[in-house]
């Protein structure tokens, strides 16, 4: 009650809130929004250094033959393509989403723990800076690729492996702290009336993610620490010669990874609800059964993990087991997807750049999540295993699924972040040439994986030619296509070009930050916390 | 049919329907030599038209609804957003289809893991980044290298038609024979895959796995090691010939003589010693010491000006038959014979500017070999 009383009178406090100016403000912010466009340009940055890296490889991948790069550098390349864009890329955009959306949605006024926000934004370009020097250091980079099995990313590492492995534990600890506070803010700082089935979806599917942060970072700082002891403390955790087993590696590292590729994904279900909802004129289809479905995938990622290691030699008992529970992640998958072409359906629909984004997101991710369960097929799975083929499958589930789905929310949300509206012809040239690229660059792997060609080489036989000069042009429309969207995000905010954006910004949003917000959001948001009916 | 429905599949996406074209390229799963490669296949096939069912069914009201919905054509939203009946609908269905689906993969899958009654055991161990081929029946043991030239490699001749898929020596094996093959590695994992016979296992350094093939046709089958593995990953491919039983009967006595033959220790000239060890280098030391002795520092240090290479010859010799513990540096006393062991260490003494001058003879390595055992 007494707080109630104090923020009524803040008005009179001649305490006018504005940011600091200059650098520090960034430094030392606690602004929930501030920390958010942080995270936001940190993951476009990785974004850009991992897709130069792309470059490299499809570059040398282009035609038979080694044109230019050495084989332990293309390793580099792959290895540090896959961490910057999943540790670096993706995951902080969706971190950069939370802080911004989480307390508008829910009407607090910021984050439950706003210092420890900042650390955990902080931490960051230090953990990304370490990474990225290994690359000059003696010896190169990480080169084991970003699954980094053992032995070969211990016994048989480059020295800068501590580099990374370092970097991993500071990466695992902002993780966690972002995690904290994601689930403090939202069980404690809910506005009156927010109850959890009233909650956003985005609110919802974060809150299921931070869960699983919380579960399996940890392991994935075991599974590192493990891996320096091996190095340098003549521990044999992963070393058959000393009574240990690589294997062990590999489940340690996948009871983390299957969970972390949901952590890639779950928000982006709840982004994409939001949009296909709003551009149908229409209330989200099934929105209890969305919730029950992502909790179930949540829970079922825990007992899938093998499923990335049905070649090792598991016993046949374990296969089955895995095979079983990996295809019924399809139920839930496919309930989400089911409901979002019944939200569609007659809606009354436009296609401004977020909905097409959201529509391709739809399509493509279904195309991912279907190679997903022809690769949970345990048999079958031997001739897929480790091919182009799963590079397919989960680029179509990274790039046009949680990728689009971020460049979605961004084009989504921007207008009210900002108070102005992105150019639309260009993001619709954004949109079409990267739909364009991704398929261009991801499609024709299916054929080369099923055709035969292994990942992670850097020459291939002459039958896969043809294939990879188009996935390479694909990779190159795609990657220089995203300038567009960088052009286009720079002029609508620093550039203060574009019409004003109107309150509600689209034409019947639902959700707080539209009805209960001006454009831009003010500096700071709902401290007197708004109605919720 | 099966062909007939992924090229119309790939036409559409291509835009081009030229189906003789895309056979060339290589587009799905082969179906193999072997029955369960067959079933493989079937239960691929079978997958992928349940996906392609589902997709077509999913993006078609999709598309009705994005081009009959739109508000440019006036549609008005209409306000559903529940339905209990219909959530248990499509939660069902889905189960059910998985569930027929799992039938024959279980089926499939167990008749994969039954390793009884083999009439010949193979053991493939690897190394970086090569296969060892060892019969456990007869004295065969053998490695089987990389043979496209470095040139080819290089662009700086034209590549041939096996381009990075063909060997030295391939494995050879009987065909209508059942062959369990033991996997196993002596340094980091690989993965060993003969897309033909369907069998992709890891290899794993301590561990031995198991997987057979009985094979129908006699052939030419490539594979690749699909492990990351380090550097030459992509350079360490796999030949099956698999020829008739009166034939593998013939070519196990021949290697059975051949390499008790090359157990011999002969003299060599100097020149002979290099002109051997030139070769030795090539597929066993130049991908990490470089074909030029500069090596990758610190990893795989340069041999030329090194230490050792211009050193004590017995440490020399030592370092290439024991290796170097807790390094990639391998011992080769197992994988090299004695005359390819003197005759690299003379090569890398007086190569690239290296100027010793002495030589290492076949007799003297075994001499050393010997006194450690």
Redesign the interface.
Known sequence: MSQEGVSQEMPHDDHHHGPDKGILRWLYTTNHKDIGTMYLLLALGSLLIGGCMAFVIRAELFE????LV???FF?QMTTMHGLIMVFGAIMPAFVGLANWLIPLMIGAPDMALPRINNWSFWLLPFAFGMLLSTLFM??GAP???WTF?A??ST??A??SVTFFIFSVHIMGISSVMGAVNVIVTIFNMRAPGMTFMKMPLFVWTWLITAFLLIAVMPVLAGVVTMMLMDIHFGTSFF???GGG???LFQHVFWFFGHPEVYIMILPAFGIISHIISTF??????????MVFATSSIAILSFIVWAHHMF???IP?AG??FF??ST??I??PT??K??NW???????????ETPMLFA?AF??LF??GG??G??LA????D??Y???YFVVAHFHYVLVPGALFSILAAVYYWLPKWCGRMYNETLGKWHFWLSFIGV?LTF?PMH??G???M???????????A??NAIVSVGAFVFGLSQLIFVYNIWRTTLGNKGEKATDLVWEKPTGLEWTALPSPVPYHTFQEPPKVD | MTRVGISALSALLLLTSSHSAFAEWGLNMTEGVTRISHEVHDLHMIIFYICVAIAVAVFGVMLYSIIYHRKSRGAEAANFHESTTVEIIWTVTPLIILIAMAIPATNTLIDMYDNKDAEIDVQITGYQWKWRYTYLNEDVDFFSVLSTPQDQIDNIAEKNENYLLEVDKPLVLPINTKVRFLLTSKDVIHSWWVPELAVKKDTIPGFINESWAIIDEPGLYRGQCTELCGAGHGYMPIVVKAVSKEEYKIWVTQQAIEQAAAKEVKDMSFDELMAQGEKVYSTNCAACHKQDGSGMTPMFPALKGSAIALGDIDKHIEMVLDGKQGTAMSAFAEQLSVSDIAAVVTYERNAWGNDKGDSASPKYVKELKDNKK
Do not use: C, W
Request: no cysteine; proline share 10%.
């Open positions: 038979p033959g080694l044109q050495d084989p332990n390793n003696e010896g080169n084991f690729g099995y032995p070969l016994d048989y480059p020295p070393n058959a010669a087993d690589p294997v149908s004129r229409k209330p989200l289809f099934g929105y209890t059964s070649t090792v030699g046949l296969e089955l095979m079983y295809m019924l399809a139920v496919g309930v997807v089911f072409v019944t939200t569609m359906f007659r809606g009354s629909m436009t296609f529509i739809v399509v279904t195309i279907l190679s369960l022809m097929i345990a048999p079958a031997f001739q295993h480790d091919t398929n499609f054929f080369v099923l055709a035969g292994p990942r992670r080489i850097p020459d291939y036989a002459l039958q896969f043809d294939f």
